[in-house]
């Protein structure tokens, strides 16, 4: 079983920063992809950045391009997301995820806000 724990959550400016973790514990050494997602009021959760947890390349959803980073620590037992410029738009519980060869893991969520 893979654990995750997300942590850095909290109301933000317009345009402000902040940033996200994720904390990975238990049998993590089969986990290889790690995904942000984010699921806004009255909307469905959505996908917002990958990467690979050995190569470490990423990917991002257009509306956060630019914007935010996704990146893991030396150690790959942390991911992050650095949003920079956050806007309005970007209120959200977000989610990590992560991927084994058989399973799926959630976190429990991070409220973020962005409001002036």
């Known amino acids: 079983q893979v654990q995750l724990v997300e942590s850095g959550g909290g109301l933000v400016q317009p345009g402000g920063s902040l940033r996200l973790s994720c904390a990975m514990s238990?049998?993590?050494?089969?986990?290889?992809?790690m995904n942000w997602y984010r699921q806004g009021p009255g909307k469905e959760r959505e996908f917002v950045a990958v990467?690979?947890?050995?190569?470490?390349?990423?990917n991002y959803a257009d509306s956060v391009k630019g914007r935010f980073t996704i990146s893991r620590d030396y150690g790959m037992n942390t991911m992050y997301l650095q949003m920079n410029n956050v806007q309005e738009e970007d209120t959200a519980v977000y989610y990590c995820?992560?991927?084994?060869?058989?399973?799926?893991?959630w976190g429990q969520g991070t409220q973020v806000t962005v409001s002036s």
């Open positions: 990467i690979n947890r050995f190569q470490g390349t990423t």
């Open positions: 995820n992560a991927h084994d060869r058989s399973k799926t893991y």
């Open positions: 238990g049998f993590i050494s089969e986990v290889y992809v």
